[in-house]
């Protein structure tokens, strides 16, 4: 485990933490005056080894080489000039920091960060980290790497746990949750919607289905896999082509047959590291879902028409209804699609680049 020390005095900024992976939505945007929780869990830590943050700089300022040097290959808004390992942790694993006034810049409801940095270290003041706390954006405190040391403690940091330990676990993710908006009561602007995490994980995903394509169609399982993936990728692959197989592979699931071209397999919550199969290195493409989508998908738990304890008498059925259902198609989130796609060379092929260029008439279509 590490606390995260300030640069300039050494005081303490943090309680002692263990890595993970960055997840999925951390950058995420959703909705509109969305009240979204925390994005770390309590005593975790994790790193975003690309630049983010101010100062930006517009793709028009951005020589295409230089941005091909930093693994992006097609057009974006702008580009962070920012230091990059920026260290993300849970606010309330934050001490011995103040609020900077000046730097309180936000859109509506809270802190968005644009400003720079927004927490200074209590002890000597210097500015440490950015508190993210507005609408529509994840909850956090991002450290500020070049502001902060990271410094080992008395107990050594936690070995990540192996496939059968996370999956005796069995720590998924529902796709569905109720969501708020901003300062709403309880019971008030409340709805079942799809989960913001499920969104990021899809548009990720989904970047990587397409590229795995080649541009000929993609066929993904029945089911939930089948809800959240076919519908777009039927509108934005060609029809009537020999299709492509992507099949759900991991840990504690069967050998994948021989024709599979694609895996939809795990990345490992605390090393991001993405499953692979056992013996030889298989051809198919793997596609990288969060390891709590993944397990929903590979062993989705059941609604029982029965108590989890005890029995009912015979004849007697349950009258409770299951969890509501969103009253929406699912859509992958467009941001995560996006950051995902043109970091893949793949996106340098002239169709997917057009499918880029039009993702706002997408985003139209409710496809995203």
Known sequence: MFVFVCARCDAELTTPLSQVALPAHAHQKYGNGIQLPVLMEPGT????PEPWGPPWRTWEKIHPDEAAARGVYAPVYALSDGAPSAIVIAPGDARGTLLIPEKGGGYCCGLDGADGPNMACEACGLPVASRIDD??????VWLAPNAVRRLPVDSADAASRSWAELMAEGKGTPPFEPIATWGSRVGSSRWWSWSPQWEAAAGRALAHLLAASEGWPVTVPDGLIEE?????????????????HAVLAGPGRPAPDADADILLVPAHPQTGETWTPPGPAAPAY??????????WLAFPEPYLPIPASGSMPDGVLRDDPPAPRPSHLFRADPGAFQHTLVRLPAVRSPWLREILENLTQHMRAGLF
Do not use: E, H, I, K
Not at 135 to 140: E, G, K, M, V
């Open 228 to 244: 959240v993936f076919q519908r777009t990728l039927d509108a934005l692959l060609p029809a009537g082509l020999p299709a492509r």
């Open 135 to 140: 609408c529509s954006l994840w909850q956090a």
């Open 45 to 48: 830590f994790a790193v975003d």
């Open 286 to 295: 793997p596609v990288p879902l969060p390891f709590g989508v993944w397990l």
